[in-house]
């Protein structure tokens, strides 16, 4: 863990060093894939259980026009089982990751503003919750591969009952390659996990 942190701390550092924007510096709905049978193998580092691998897999999808809802299932390598389902909604002017389980998000649902920029901040699910585009690194080594360019994104959601910081890797006709998620609710067990991209197919 302190290896990943180190990590991120270095990505954030070295793509806000670079300020000037340009249009291909803007992220918007093309680069984000999403099509049935499109599916994500992660790395699942947990503190409160063995490193796991988990896989993302899209569906179904449903909608007309420019607004389309695609199902996606998480199956947990070590229960050999589903087991959550949810939902990403993405239209010309955002993505929605929502999980149906009301207790436990493997990924913490989250909304991304279409298109952005970096150093662009808006509000996220949640109220109280912020998400800002830190910044965009030419390159990034997960898992011993290197994805580029990629956009590195923090959230912050804070409540009297409900606390999640985290920290997001998109990278452009790819997806969610790096996740930190910290999420604290009440008084339930904190969830602290990273995942990291092991490997992806796209239709």
């Keep these: 863990m302190i290896r990943i942190a180190i990590l991120l701390l270095f990505i954030l550092s070295l793509a ?24 994500w193998r992660y790395q699942v580092i947990d503190v409160n ?25 998480i199956y947990k390598n070590a229960y050999h089982r589903t087991v959550d389902t949810g939902h ?21 649902s989250f909304n991304l503003k279409l298109p952005f920029q970096k150093e662009q901040q808006w509000v996220g699910s949640l109220p109280h919750d912020t998400i800002t585009a830190v910044g965009r690194a030419a390159v990034v080594k997960i898992m011993g591969k290197d994805y580029g360019p990629v956009y590195t994104l923090n959230r912050k959601a804070i409540s009297s009952h409900y606390r999640n910081l985290s920290g997001i890797f998109v990278a452009p006709h790819i997806g969610i390659i790096y996740q930190d998620v910290s999420i604290e609710i009440d008084t339930a067990v ?14």
């Excluded at 060093?17 to 999403?34: A, E, G, L, V, Y």
């Excluded at 259980?49 to 569906?59: E, R, S």
């Excluded at 955002?94 to 009301?102: A, F, R, V, W």
């Excluded at 904190?190 to 239709?203: A, E, V």
């Design 16 to 39: 806000s060093c670079h300020k000037s924007t340009t249009p291909t510096d803007t992220f918007s709905r093309n680069d984000f894939p999403m099509a049935v049978g499109d599916w």
């Design 49 to 73: 259980a063995p490193t796991d691998t988990l896989l993302m897999t899209v569906i179904a999808s449903s909608g007309n026009g420019s607004t389309k809802d695609y199902t996606y299932t």
């Design 88 to 108: 990403f909604i993405i239209s010309d002017t955002g993505l929605s990751y929502n999980t149906t389980n009301p207790y436990y998000s493997y990924f913490g």
């Design 190 to 203: 904190p969830q602290k996990q990273t995942f990291l991209l092991i490997d992806y197919n796209l239709n």
